[in-house]
Structure formats: structure tokens, C-alpha cells
């Protein structure tokens, strides 16, 4: 390139003003004139880009370098157009910034794969797949951000080295090194190349492809040493929550064991002897703050990996296709595993802490229960009811799931009833806590909860007392307590659920998911009804009376919302056979109590 070294000096000097206007002077905008100094820079680039402009068609008319000077102009022009797309996207100025993108496009499409032209190739890409998406044109999105991917593969097969605008200012004397800008820059584009893409594929519904790309993101900040030790522990701790709901338990764990690590070695240091009082608290907070984030994270893994577990102890063991399907399965994903790891990182020490196999006995799943508590009160000492009530909340909600798998792997029924109460008593705490009327969502989710709980209990009870010839009085009376607190729970929820109770009207706008649910409570209350204890004939008979109530209730609501009760088919058999006998049972009790001269 023989463009006059003090030309381009000249060019440069207007190039650096305008961008130390945007990356210093801009901090120190008014907030009543935020883009006060982006102004400015726009106006230093847009009479850099009409010398460029002019230069270019007086060089394109001689042609005496053979184009080299042409090729030149063009860089510094990408560049500049680039920059102006920018800050014009930054001033709300989004047309007349995503034309600016295309100009670049187009001055550097015939020679982007040159070192010259690849870099703002690349770079006005990144930009318009933002505009773009605020568009919602994703596929348009992806589709260019591909084409990037594209080239910047064949670049880097080609060792050529990219040019950065400071390389194109200054370019190097014979015998020179070539300079190192160009590469750093190209490698942090693409970076950001892999983070659009994943959030692409995320809108466009493709969750594999996002995850991939978001660990390629994360995978190439660790090893350039470019990012922000926070951020990446939230980034990587959110990716493991993709892994954990595929059953992907090993890259889960590795993901969260890279997030914990960063964040261990960010807090030897996070605190600098320079910093203010108040810089040392508000980093401090930060740290807290997140790091229960994280612990929330690994809580999350612990309770759904019991649940796989249990579930999958549940199905038939003897379903040869299922068993196969599942070792294809393993197979395939023991080469993903690999693909989806940070090598960089030893994170042995923190991955041995937990299994990342599934629980196949009790002792397996009290290790995992337990490291679910560690984390959960990590993230508690954080949460605060006073301050944060509903993500405080959603913690207590987190110890009351894990006692209910941990129930599901414990043998002794007694210690069973226990777990399951337990449970309960978590979720009737935080009903004790919150106000239904601002906190409606999670008062249901915790009646339904405990109303599970308490008939658990009361199952494990009946167990005991059917297994004993002659029940001891106060283990009747300890079913009926569970019998009464868990109906007691469902009615609660199923009047949140009525227009105006006692009307019995459902509200309209409920889903589908919250039809099946308010069904299944009118199942659950009627049967419950139905295991009640009585000592006195006029008791059975109200509670069998009650039992029919809400079984025909569950009917009609079955009939009525097809959709929903799709999957109960078993509890219609059920309550179906039962309305035909309950009738039957309730005129038997009725004529006895007559012929004892007792109204019902």
C-alpha cells in the first residue's frame, strides 16, 4: 500500500478522536444529553468518511498503483461505515444505521476473505444480526451470521493474518513484523459470531445448536482470557440448566464445577487495596448475589437428577427397547461430553463432589439430597424473605422437593411419613409467610404441594395400620390428621381456582395445565374423603357423602374440559366405577341408621 504516511496520519487522528469521544468522553455525558459525545464522534466520522469518499473516486480515476490504493480506501471506508452503523444504532437512529452496515458490506464483499476486508466483513455482520433480531428476522439473522462463520473458517485456513484499522495506519516496514491487532480482533468477532448464533438458534427454537454455541462462546473467552469472571460463571451455570433438562448430567456438572471455580478464584481478588469503601461493598454484594445464583444452579441439578432417577426406577425394567435406545443414547453423548468440556480448567476436585450417575438406592440419593441442602442454604443466606420473598420463596419450595424424592428412595414407611411431613411443613411455613393476594401463584403451588404431602402420609399410615391386626387408637387418629390437613390444603387451592366460592364456577382464563391440576384435586379431596377413618356411622356417611361430591365434580369437570383430561383416563375408570358404588353404600349406612332410629 502506497498511500502517503501522512495522509494517513491525518486520517487516523480524526479515526482515534472519534473514538476516544465514544469509549471515554461518553462517560461522562449528562443523562439529559446522553449521546451528547456519540454525536460528536458521528460528525468527526462523517467528515472522515467524505474525505475517504472523495479520495477513493480521484485513486479509482488514475488506477496508477494497479488498485492498490483502491483496496486501501476501501478498508479504511468499511471501517469508518461500520463505526458510523454503530453509533447510529446507539442514537436510536436504527435506518440510518443498518444502511451504513450495508455500505460497509458492500465496499468490502469483493475482498473479505483478504486481511484487509475481513475483519469489518465480519464486524458490520455482527451488528446487523442485532438489528435484525430486534426485527424478530431471525432466519435472516442466523443466515448471515453462517455466511461469517463461512469465511472466517477459510481465513484461518489460509494463514493469512488479519488487519485491524490500526494495522491499516500503520503498516509495517520491510523486514517488519506483521502486526498483532488484526488476529486479536478477528478472534474476539468471531467470538461474538458464536454468541449471536446462539441466541438465533434460541429464538428459532433449535435449543442443541444455541447450547453448542453458547459453549464454543464460553469455551473461547476462557481460553483468550476475555471475560468477566461473573459474567461467565452466570453464562456457564444458565447453560448447565440446558444440559441438566436433556438428562445430560456430566456436562451439567462440568459446567456448573467451571462456574463455581471462576467465582472461587474471582474472590481472592475481587478486592483491590485502591478501592473505595463503597466499591468494596458493592463488589462484595455482587459476589453474594450471584454466587447464590450459582448455588441455585447446583440445587437444581441435585433435585432434577433425583427425579430422573426416581422416574426412571419407576418405568418397566424390562422394556428391551427402551434399554437399547438409552445405551445409543449414552453412546452418542459420551462424544458430546467431550465436545461440550473446558480442558483448560481442572475441575476434577468439584466434579467429585457430586455424581453425575443416576441414584439407584437410597444411600445414593441421601448423598445427592444432601448436597442439595448445602447449596440451598448457601442461597438462602443470601435470599431473605423481608427482601426478596418470592425468590426466598422458591428456595423453601426447592428443600420441600427434595424431601419429596429423597421420601421416594427411603424404605422405612415410618421414616417415609416423616420426610413427606417434612415436606409439608416447608410449604405450610411459606403459606404461614405470604399474602395469597400478591403472591397467588405460589400459595397455589404450595396448598397443592402440601396437600400431597399430608395424603402421602396418610398412605403410609394406612399402610402401617392394615398391616397390624388391631390399630391402636392413635394411629387412626394420625390418619385422620393427615386425611384432614391435606383436604384442607386442596379446598384451599381449588377456591382460588372459582369465580366467587362457594359458587362452583371455574374461572375462564385458566390453561389447560391448570384445568388438569384443579381436576386432579377434586380426585384427590374425593378419595381422600373416602379413606377417612369414621367411629360413628353418621360420620362414614358424611365423609362417603363428601366423596361422592367431589367425585362427581371430578366427572363433570372431566366432561367438560376433554383436553385436559386426556391424561386421566385411569382416575376416570376409577371414580367412574366408584360413583355406581358409592350410592349403594351410602343407602346401605342410611337404613341401618334408620333402623337404629338415627337420622341421617
Not at 533 to 552: A, F, V
Amino acid at each position: 500500500m502506497v498511500i502517503p504516511k501522512e495522509i494517513l496520519s491525518d486520517y487516523k487522528e480524526l479515526y482515534e478522536k472519534a473514538n476516544r469521544l465514544v469509549e471515554e468522553e461518553s462517560r461522562n455525558d449528562p443523562p439529559t444529553d446522553p449521546f451528547r459525545s456519540h454525536y460528536k464522534a458521528r460528525d468527526v466520522l462523517n467528515d472522515l468518511k467524505k474525505q475517504l469518499d472523495d479520495q477513493l473516486v480521484s485513486v479509482q480515476a488514475s488506477e496508477e498503483d494497479g488498485g492498490q490504493d483502491d483496496r486501501c480506501y476501501h478498508s479504511l471506508l468499511a471501517f469508518v461505515c461500520r463505526d458510523l452503523g454503530r453509533i447510529y444504532i446507539y442514537t436510536e437512529e436504527q435506518a440510518e444505521g443498518e444502511k451504513m452496515l450495508n455500505r460497509c458490506l458492500e465496499l468490502v464483499t469483493p475482498f473479505k476473505e483478504c486481511p484487509e476486508g475481513i475483519i469489518p466483513f465480519i464486524g458490520a455482520i455482527n451488528e446487523l444480526s442485532i438489528v435484525l433480531a430486534s426485527k424478530e428476522e431471525y432466519n435472516k439473522g442466523l443466515e448471515i451470521l453462517l455466511e461469517a462463520e463461512k469465511i472466517y473458517e477459510e481465513f484461518k485456513a489460509s494463514g493469512l493474518k488479519a488487519l485491524a484499522i490500526q494495522d491499516v495506519f500503520n503498516p509495517p516496514e520491510d523486514g517488519q513484523e506483521s502486526p498483532e491487532a488484526g488476529p486479536k480482533e478477528l478472534e474476539s468477532l468471531y467470538t461474538l459470531v458464536s454468541f449471536y448464533m446462539a441466541q438465533m438458534y434460541g429464538h428459532l427454537g433449535e435449543p442443541e445448536k444455541s447450547a453448542k454455541c453458547c459453549h464454543r462462546t464460553l469455551h473461547r473467552q476462557l481460553e483468550s482470557k476475555t471475560y468477566d469472571p461473573i459474567d461467565f460463571a452466570l453464562n456457564t451455570a444458565t447453560l448447565s440448566q440446558f444440559y441438566i433438562g436433556e438428562k445430560r448430567f456430566e456436562e451439567a456438572r462440568h459446567h456448573l464445577a467451571a462456574a463455581t471455580l471462576i467465582m472461587a478464584e474471582y474472590e481472592v481478588h475481587m478486592l483491590e487495596p485502591e478501592m473505595s469503601e463503597k466499591q468494596r461493598q458493592d463488589v462484595s454484594e455482587t459476589f453474594k448475589h450471584r454466587y447464590a445464583d450459582v448455588a441455585r444452579c447446583w440445587a437444581k441439578y441435585g433435585l432434577y437428577l433425583m427425579n430422573t432417577s426416581k422416574l426412571r426406577l419407576m418405568r418397566d425394567e424390562d422394556d428391551e427397547d427402551a434399554k437399547n435406545l438409552g445405551m445409543v443414547l449414552r453412546n452418542l453423548r459420551l462424544v458430546e461430553a467431550e465436545q461440550s468440556r473446558f480442558p483448560g480448567l481442572d475441575l476434577t476436585a468439584c466434579e467429585n463432589r457430586i455424581s453425575c450417575e443416576y441414584c439407584l438406592t437410597f444411600d445414593d440419593a441421601k448423598l445427592v439430597f444432601h448436597f442439595v441442602n448445602e447449596w440451598l442454604d448457601i442461597a438462602k443466606d443470601y435470599y431473605k424473605a423481608e427482601n426478596e420473598a418470592t425468590e426466598y420463596s422458591k428456595i423453601m419450595q426447592d428443600y420441600a422437593e427434595a424431601y419429596e424424592h429423597i421420601a421416594f428412595f427411603e424404605e422405612n414407611p415410618e421414616n417415609q411419613a416423616k420426610m413427606q411431613k417434612r415436606r409439608a411443613k416447608y410449604l405450610e411455613d411459606l403459606l404461614d409467610l405470604l399474602d395469597p393476594i400478591f403472591y397467588m401463584k405460589i400459595c397455589r403451588e404450595c396448598w397443592y404441594g402440601a396437600g400431597t404431602a399430608h395424603a402421602a402420609v396418610m398412605d403410609v399410615r394406612l399402610d402401617i395400620i392394615r398391616a397390624t391386626s388391631t390399630p391402636a387408637p392413635e394411629d387412626i387418629k394420625k390418619v385422620n390428621q393427615s386425611c384432614m390437613k391435606a383436604i384442607k390444603h386442596f379446598e384451599s387451592y381449588v377456591k382460588s381456582y372459582l369465580v366467587k366460592p362457594p359458587s362452583e364456577e371455574w374461572r375462564p382464563n385458566m390453561d389447560v395445565e391448570e384445568q388438569r391440576h384443579m381436576l386432579y384435586a377434586h380426585f384427590h379431596i374425593g378419595r381422600i374423603y373416602y379413606k377417612l377413618i369414621s367411629g360413628h356411622p353418621l360420620q362414614q356417611l358424611e365423609h362417603l357423602t363428601s366423596c361422592h361430591t367431589y367425585y362427581k365434580k371430578f366427572d363433570a369437570g372431566c366432561q367438560l374440559h376433554k383436553e385436559a383430561a386426556e391424561t386421566l383416563q385411569g382416575e376416570i375408570g376409577v371414580v367412574r366405577e366408584m360413583l355406581q358404588l358409592l350410592p349403594l353404600k351410602i343407602n346401605t349406612i342410611k337404613a341401618r341408621l334408620n333402623k337404629a332410629g338415627l337420622t341421617a
